[in-house]
């Protein structure tokens, strides 16, 4: 825990001092602070995860000040307050707090409280949007952008591309892609081929000789991330775009 900043923003000295007694025993690096004036200093200095935030300051509004903290880095933020009622707990929660503590409490549910916040900020978020250089896949509107332009893939190549760029380079057999790429699906894991076969005609420069879908002999296929790296020169640019133009219209042509 010794990694984890809090900031004590407290009026009261005495309880002040204990709170930070009893995170310090906990390995918490702690930082306090007696009015807005200080937590500002205090704030900016340390960019702490954490903020322990009295609503009852002697020189100026908590409530406003924890707006101010929400604006900036969004820290995690634990109000306390002799104020209990329920609108002041609404109150406290839309200005950004993330949990209210009305006083008095035990220190036993502070610690609780402050430990299960921290879990929080530790739990990762699904991420939506993955750069790899030359290649960005847009995770929330489903949309891959490769060498500069906007890829037009299926759903089924969409998700394909996803899990063979995210193991980063390292080999997954077609069972394994299956399993990742379309989980609710029942299909021969050699349907794969299919899609990595498609899906090699629309980002590779030369299908017929993959550099960026590797097949790895008797184990499946690969993402070639160094190659994501390397510039591209115009011609090599302007020749990946002819035939990702010419493999559309021939698409076209035999649909028509």
Not at 71 to 96: C, H
Not at 173 to 192: F, G, K, M, Q, V
Not at 222 to 239: A, C, D, G, P, V
Request: neutral net charge.
């Amino acid at each position: 825990m010794g990694s984890v900043c809090i900031e004590i923003i407290e009026g009261n000295p005495h309880l002040r001092s204990l709170l930070g007694w009893h995170l310090q025993q906990l390995e918490y690096r702690v930082h306090q602070a007696a009015s807005i004036y200080q937590a500002r200093e205090v704030f900016l200095s340390h960019q702490p995860t954490l903020v322990v935030l009295d609503a009852d300051l002697p020189d100026g509004d908590g409530i406003e000040f924890c707006r101010w903290l929400h604006r900036q880095q969004q820290p995690l933020i634990l109000m306390l307050s002799a104020r209990n009622s329920e609108s002041d707990i609404v109150a406290g929660l839309k200005a950004g707090a993330d949990d209210y503590l009305s006083k008095p409490f035990g220190m036993q549910e502070f610690l609780a409280r402050v430990e299960a916040l921290i879990r929080r900020k530790r739990t990762p978020t699904a991420p939506a949007y993955l750069d790899y250089g030359t290649l960005q896949i847009d995770l929330v509107q489903r949309r891959v952008r490769f060498q500069g332009e906007f890829i037009d893939l299926t759903p089924q190549e969409f998700s394909l591309l996803y899990v063979l760029a995210q193991a980063g380079g390292v080999p997954l057999s077609r069972s394994e892609l299956l399993r990742r790429a379309w989980p609710d699906a029942i299909d021969n894991p050699r349907t794969i081929d299919t899609h990595v076969l498609s899906l090699r005609k629309k980002v590779e420069l030369d299908p017929r000789q993959p550099n960026l879908i590797q097949t790895i002999r008797n184990v499946g296929y690969r993402f070639n991330m160094e190659i994501l790296n390397t510039n591209i020169s115009q011609s090599q640019t302007t020749k990946l775009a002819r035939e990702r133009f010419n493999n559309q219209r021939s698409t076209l042509s035999s649909s028509v």
